[in-house]
C-alpha cells in the first residue's frame, strides 16, 4: 500500500515512521515533510495547502491512502476534493471542521446543542468587549477565533490585564475575539476516530501547556503530555460520548455535514465533576499524537481505513492500546513561543532513541549531516512503561542524553497539574 501523509511537523514524523514499518506498506510519502522524516520516507516539495498538485501526484504515484495532519490542508477542504477526485483520503471537511478551525463557531455550536461549555460571549467590536470584561468575574479567559492550539489564549487576572489585552488584539486587526469564564480543574484531552455516525475512542492526553512548571508562564500549544488521562473509566467515557460526541456528531449528520476522522476534544473536569469543552482538533495534537500512536496496538492504516469505508464498528469492537503509560517531554530552543534559538547543534539523538521514540518538529541538517535547532518547539521524546512515573523517569533519562544550544524544558510531566486549584 503506498500512502500520503499531508503536512511537516513532529506529529506527521511519528506515523510516517510508525506506518513505515507496516508490512502492508509499499511507500511512504510526506508533503512536505522535513529533513528528520526524509531519513525513512519520501519527503515531497508540494505545500500541505497546494490541494490541486497533491491531487496530481497521488494520482501519478497510485496513492492508496492519503493521510491529512495539516490544519492548512484541512481548512483548504482537501478532503472534499480529493473525494471529488476519487481518492481516498482521511480527513473531515473544511466545512465538518469548522467546530474546530474557529472557535466562535466552535462556542456557538455547543450552545446550539448543549454541549458543557464555559459561559462566553463573542465580539467584533472592541468596545462592547471592553464593557463586557468590566462586568465579568476574574480570571477571565480571551481568545482569538483562529484556532491555534493553545496559542493566542489569554487568562486575565484583572480588569487592567484584559482591557489592555482586548485593546491589543484589535490593533493587530483581529476581527473576533472571544471571552469566557475561567474554569478551575482538571484539563485533558479525549480522542475519538468518527465515520460520520458512529465513533469510538482512540486515546486520551494530559497536556502541559504552560511554559514554567505549574503550567505557569505563557499558554503554548503543549510542551509534554502523559497518556492516558488517570481518571479515564468507563463511566467517564460514557458521560464524554453521551455529553459532547453523540450531540455534536448528530447535529453535523444533520446539516449534511458528516465528520469523518479524528475528533479531539480539549476538555476541563471542574472540582464538582461536571465536563466543559475547551475546543475541538481536527486531528492529533502535538505531543499528544506521540503519546497516543506510542500506546496503539492495532495497525493504524487498517483504522483509518475502516472509518473512511463507515465499516468502523463492523470491522472493530473497540481500538486497542497497550496497557501502559506514556510520557512526552518536549525540547525548545530559545524562549518558545516568543523567540527561538537557530542553528545549534543537536547531539544525543542516537544514544535518546535507544531508549525512547524521539520525534522532530523543525530540525534542519547541516552539510555534515548533523541535525541544527530552527527555532521554538525542537523535538519531542515519548517513552513508555507500566507506570506513569516511570515512564515520565524514563523520558528524563533520554532527555538527559540530548543537548543543544538554549535548550529548554519543562520537568514536571507526568506529575498532576490541576488548573486554578
Same mark, same amino acid.
Given at each position: ?70 490544519? &492548512? ?25 469548522? %467546530? ?59 480588569? &487592567? ?98 465528520? %469523518? ?149 519543562? &520537568? ?10
Amino acid at each position: 500500500m503506498k500512502i500520503l501523509i499531508v503536512g511537516s511537523g513532529a506529529k506527521e514524523y511519528s506515523i510516517a515512521k510508525l506506518i513505515s514499518k507496516y508490512e502492508n506498506t509499499s511507500l511512504v510519502f510526506v508533503a512536505p515533510g522535513n529533513e528528520a522524516i526524509a531519513e525513512f520516507a519520501n519527503c515531497i516539495d508540494i505545500k500541505a495547502d497546494d490541494t490541486e498538485t497533491l491531487i496530481e501526484f497521488a494520482k501519478a504515484n497510485e496513492i492508496d491512502l492519503t493521510i491529512v495532519a495539516s490544519e &492548512k490542508a484541512i481548512e483548504n477542504d482537501i478532503a472534499q476534493k480529493f473525494n471529488e477526485a476519487g481518492l481516498m483520503v482521511f480527513a473531515p471537511t473544511a466545512e465538518a471542521s469548522r %467546530i474546530a478551525s474557529s472557535k466562535s463557531v466552535s462556542k456557538k455550536f455547543m450552545y446550539k446543542t448543549k454541549i458543557p461549555t464555559s459561559k462566553f460571549g463573542i465580539f467584533d467590536r472592541e468596545n462592547m468587549a471592553v464593557d463586557y470584561a468590566r462586568k465579568s468575574k476574574y480570571p477571565l479567559v480571551i481568545k482569538t477565533d483562529n484556532h491555534l492550539h493553545g496559542e493566542n489564549v489569554y487568562v486575565c487576572d484583572n480588569f &487592567k490585564i484584559a482591557k489592555r489585552i482586548i485593546e491589543d488584539l484589535f490593533d493587530s486587526k483581529e476581527k473576533k475575539v472571544i471571552l469566557e469564564d475561567y474554569i478551575a480543574g482538571q484539563e485533558f484531552s479525549y480522542y475519538v476516530i468518527t465515520d460520520g455516525y458512529n465513533a469510538m475512542p482512540i486515546g486520551s492526553a494530559v497536556p502541559y501547556k504552560g511554559t514554567l512548571e505549574g503550567n505557569g508562564g505563557c499558554i503554548t500549544s503543549g510542551l509534554g503530555a502523559y497518556s492516558p488521562f488517570y481518571m479515564i473509566d468507563r463511566s467517564l467515557e460514557s458521560r464524554i460520548f453521551k455529553e459532547i460526541v453523540y450531540p455534536a456528531l448528530d447535529e453535523l449528520s444533520k446539516n449534511g455535514n458528516q465528520y %469523518i476522522g479524528i475528533l479531539g476534544i480539549d476538555i476541563i473536569i471542574d472540582r464538582t465533576g461536571n465536563l466543559n469543552v475547551i475546543e475541538f482538533n481536527p486531528f492529533f495534537k502535538e505531543p499528544d499524537a506521540q503519546c497516543i500512536l506510542e500506546l496503539l496496538d492495532e495497525n493504524l492504516t487498517d483504522v483509518l481505513k475502516a472509518s473512511i469505508n463507515g465499516s468502523l464498528v463492523d470491522i472493530y469492537s473497540e481500538i486497542r492500546q497497550k496497557p501502559l503509560y506514556s510520557a512526552s517531554v518536549v525540547l525548545s530552543a530559545g524562549n518558545y513561543p516568543s523567540e527561538g534559538k537557530y542553528g545549534s547543534t543537536i547531539t544525543g539523538i542516537e544514544e535518546a532513541q535507544e531508549h525512547s521514540e524521539v520525534a522532530h518538529f523543525n530540525t534542519i541538517k547541516n552539510s555534515d549531516g548533523d541535525f541544527l535547532t530552527a527555532g521554538g518547539r525542537t523535538i519531542t521524546v515519548t517513552t513508555s512503561a507500566s507506570t506513569l512515573e516511570q515512564a515520565a523517569k524514563r523520558a528524563y533519562e533520554s532527555v538527559a542524553l540530548i543537548s543543544f544550544d538554549s535548550m529548554k524544558y519543562r &520537568k514536571d510531566i507526568g506529575k498532576t497539574i490541576l488548573i486554578g486549584c
